[in-house]
């Protein structure tokens, strides 16, 4: 058997919707499923090292018959097997090979070789989008907004801000139209110089500076884009966010998928919660889209 040697080709970030590929690999996997590699994709799967955005929906289609694609997960192979969802490299890694691995429940009919049409739930895909391009600004206004509570030099973020979200962060998920982002506010945060004792008596505040921000980012329809580190489109080239925001360009690095414009948003708002588990302070920031 042999395994794909390069990197599938990745057409999501620039927003497509649908491609045209041809059938490289495919790998039976538990329960009649498999996992089925094309040379290119539109379709944006999860990767499990940091799985933020989901899996688009959608079908593939080969020799006129529709198989849906019922998730797509981050593959990498070193020419020896294929790690469907379980890579033991970080993607990106030298030597090893990336690729969208489209999950069906039976790929009966479907042989290396043949030509594969991927289309992707659109709605769905605009919805994530929404989501995701609203969670990297919601992280940027929620670092401005807690600013003043480091005592301490820290690693800034694209504006210059202590990166609360970096340096805080557990979990994030990207939702249809919306983010729910877990951070830890623990002892080493402490040590950093986080004033975190203060931060119970200023969360009202501080979700109403967040939203100002927000509503004042939407209101410039700041452009959008996804921009390459090289000239490669392979799945495991780096991208990053760009926005270009009233007061300069940010940019944070990302393989997700987002808008073009913040015209295409009615509002970015936010929701902080405070909670508390063995020692360490808890915080969740809801953050909801509104399309235009
Ligand atoms: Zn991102």
Not at 68 to 97: C, F, H, K, Q
Request: glycine share 10%.
């Amino acid at each position: 058997m042999t395994f794909p040697a390069t990197d599938t080709v990745v057409t999501y970030p620039d927003g497509d919707l649908a491609s045209t590929g041809t059938v490289l690999h495919v790998e039976p996997l538990e329960e009649g499923r498999s996992a089925v590699v094309l040379d290119r994709t539109a379709f944006h799967p999860v990767d499990p090292v940091w799985p933020d955005q989901p899996a688009d929906a959608g079908t593939l289609a080969v020799d006129g018959r529709d198989y849906a694609i019922v998730d797509a997960v981050v593959g990498a192979t070193d020419g020896s097997a294929l790690y469907v969802g379980n890579a033991p490299v970080r993607t990106g890694t030298e030597g090893w090979a990336f690729v969208v691995c489209h999950l069906v429940d039976d790929a009966s009919g479907i042989e290396p070789g043949a030509t594969a049409t991927v289309t992707v739930d659109g709605e769905l895909r605009r919805a994530l989008s929404a989501g995701h391009t609203a969670c990297h600004l919601a992280s940027l206004a929620l670092n401005d907004a807690f600013a003043p509570l480091w005592t301490k030099d820290v690693p800034v973020d694209g504006r210059g801000r202590p990166n609360f979200d970096q340096l805080a962060i557990t979990s994030s998920r990207i939702l249809p139209e919306g983010s729910l982002d877990e951070y830890r506010i623990g002892k080493s945060l402490r040590k950093k110089g986080f004033a975190a004792a203060e931060l119970a008596g200023r969360i009202e505040e501080a979700t109403e500076a967040i939203d100002a921000t927000l509503a004042g980012w939407v209101a410039a329809a700041a452009p959008i884009a996804i921009v390459r580190d090289g000239d490669g489109h392979g799945l495991g080239e780096r991208r990053r966010w760009r926005a270009e925001l009233p007061e300069g360009v940010v940019e944070i690095p990302c393989g997700g998928t987002h808008l073009r414009s913040l015209a295409e948003l009615a509002s970015v708002t936010v929701a902080l919660e405070l909670s508390e588990a063995d020692g360490a302070l808890g915080l969740t920031m809801r953050t909801t889209a509104q399309p235009a």
